[in-house]
Every structure is written in structure tokens, then in C-alpha cells.
């Protein structure tokens, strides 16, 4: 086995159940550090208190305008890592933050919380409040071949990891309106449903065989949207679907 890739988490603004799914793979998750990933950073579970170089660092959470350490390390995370993955919805979208307006004892002047592109570069999301633990599983494993693989297996994790660089560069907005403009008013829906059946708050009934979202009830997780077939769906990825999942679950054996 090559050396392992090092990973590391930063926790901004978020509730940490970004970081119980990567725990939610259970046994995946040992195997995952016993073979191909050393945890250097993340506060919750390693005793290392300052910012280390990594080759991968998963950002929860949104940024605190008004907490001038959260920008620090955030900006000092980017810097000392080679790949920055906003992990989950807040990190990507804002999601629940998005709805701070400040004014709560003791920190009322903590009222600016934004995704974390407003602060810097980010390479990668992976959207969802919270994420499934087999897509961040499936992350790692790809950075790692992308990183430590052969040609081949570099090229699989590209072509596995590009939706994702793509969806970054795509905006930090989301909210189930997304579904409106650039899904049904681009005549592209095709009433498959996996909009409603994602969304983690059931803002979305399926009516007349489309999606019709409450606002009043989204939370802006982007969940939908990046869920939606009919999105960016890559043929790179899908029809290459049973040598990805060969490689992860060979990976995992
Ligand atoms: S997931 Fe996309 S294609 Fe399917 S119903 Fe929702 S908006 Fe339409
Ligand atoms: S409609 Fe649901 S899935 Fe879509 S952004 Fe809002 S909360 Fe997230």
C-alpha cells in the first residue's frame, strides 16, 4: 500500500453532523484510516490545535464574518491544503446560517455567516444537510487514488470528482427555487421525484407530476438540485457506473 493521503477537518459555523457521517460508515471509516487516510486535524477527534498542512481538508460549516478567527483559519486551511471540500450544506450554501440576523446574547454581533467561497477558493462540494456517509467515503477514497493511484486510477477519480469541482464553481446560492429556473423553466424535468425524496425538511410534494417547493419551509441545502438527474448529470460518471462502484468496493474490501 502507498502512503496515505492526510485529511483533516475544520469546523467553522456547522452542527458537526457533517462529521457523524463520515463516522456513520462504521467499519469504512477504519478502514478508510487504517489504509488510506491519516486523520491530522479535526478538533472533535484529534488533539492537534493548530492548522496542519494537508492534502485534503473538509470544511463544515459556514464562515463568521464577524469571528475573525474562523476567517483566520479558514484562509490559513486553504493555504496549507492542496484539495478544500466544502462539506455539506452550510460550507457550500450557507443552508440554515443563511437565516442569521444576530442579535442572540452573547455574541449579538454575530451576524454575518457566509458560505465558505466568499472567503476563499474552494476545489470541491459536497452538498446535502448532512451529506450521506457513502459520499464522503466515496471522496475519500477518490482523493486518494487521484493522488497515490496509478494512471488509470487517476483518471477514474478525475472523472468521478469533476461534477463536483463543477458544481463549486457554479454559485454558493441554492434554495429549492434552483428547481424552477434551471430545471422546470429549462423544460428539463421529467417528474422523476428524486427532488422531493431528498429534501431533508419535506418542502417538496410531487403535484401533477411536478415539484412544487415550500419556501416557507426550505432551509437552502441545495440538496435538491444537486440530487436532480436532470441537473448535471454526467455521462462520464454514470456510464462508467459499475467500474466506479468496483473500484470503491474494492477499495473497501
Ligand atoms: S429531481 Fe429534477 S427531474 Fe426529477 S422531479 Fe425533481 S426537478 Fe424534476
Ligand atoms: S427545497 Fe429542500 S432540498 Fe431543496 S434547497 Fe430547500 S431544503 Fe434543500
Known amino acids: 500500500m502507498a502512503d496515505k493521503i492526510t485529511i483533516g477537518e475544520l469546523h467553522l459555523s456547522g452542527c458537526t453532523g457533517c462529521l457523524v457521517t463520515l463516522a456513520d460508515n462504521y467499519e469504512g471509516l477504519f478502514k478508510l484510516l487504517d489504509d488510506y487516510a491519516e486523520l491530522v486535524y479535526a478538533l472533535t477527534l484529534v488533539d ?5 498542512e494537508m492534502d485534503v481538508c473538509l470544511v463544515e460549516g459556514s464562515c463568521c464574518l464577524n469571528d475573525e478567527i474562523s ?3 479558514l484562509k490559513e486551511a486553504r493555504a496549507k491544503s492542496a484539495v478544500l471540500v466544502a462539506y455539506g450544506a452550510c460550507a457550500a450554501y450557507g443552508n440554515i446560517t443563511r437565516f442569521c440576523r444576530g442579535g442572540q ?10 458560505p465558505i467561497s466568499e472567503v476563499v477558493d474552494v476545489d470541491l462540494y459536497l452538498p446535502s444537510c448532512p451529506p450521506c456517509p457513502q459520499a464522503i467515503r466515496n471522496i475519500a477514497v477518490m482523493a486518494y487514488l487521484l493522488l ?10 478525475t472523472a468521478y ?3 463536483l469541482m463543477q458544481l463549486a464553481q457554479r454559485g454558493n446560492e441554492a434554495c429549492g ?4 429556473y434551471d430545471v422546470i423553466n429549462q423544460g428539463l424535468c421529467m417528474g ?23 419556501r416557507d419551509l426550505c432551509i437552502k441545502c441545495g440538496a435538491c438540485y444537486s440530487q436532480c438527474p436532470r441537473s448535471w448529470f454526467n455521462f462520464d460518471v454514470m456510464n462508467n457506473y459499475e467500474g466506479i462502484i468496483d473500484a470503491i468496493n474494492g477499495a473497501m474490501k
Open 161 to 163: 470528482l469533476k461534477p
Open 48 to 52: 492537534v490545535r493548530h492548522v496542519p
Open 192 to 214: 422523476c421525484g428524486t427532488c422531493a425524496g431528498t429534501c431533508p425538511v419535506r418542502a417538496i410534494t410531487m403535484e401533477y407530476g411536478k415539484p412544487n417547493v415550500n
Open 177 to 180: 427555487c434552483d428547481l424552477m
Open 148 to 157: 497515490k493511484g496509478n494512471d488509470e486510477q487517476k483518471q477514474l477519480a
Open 105 to 114: 446574547w452573547n455574541q449579538p454581533g454575530q451576524e454575518a455567516f457566509v
Open 71 to 73: 476567517v483566520e483559519e
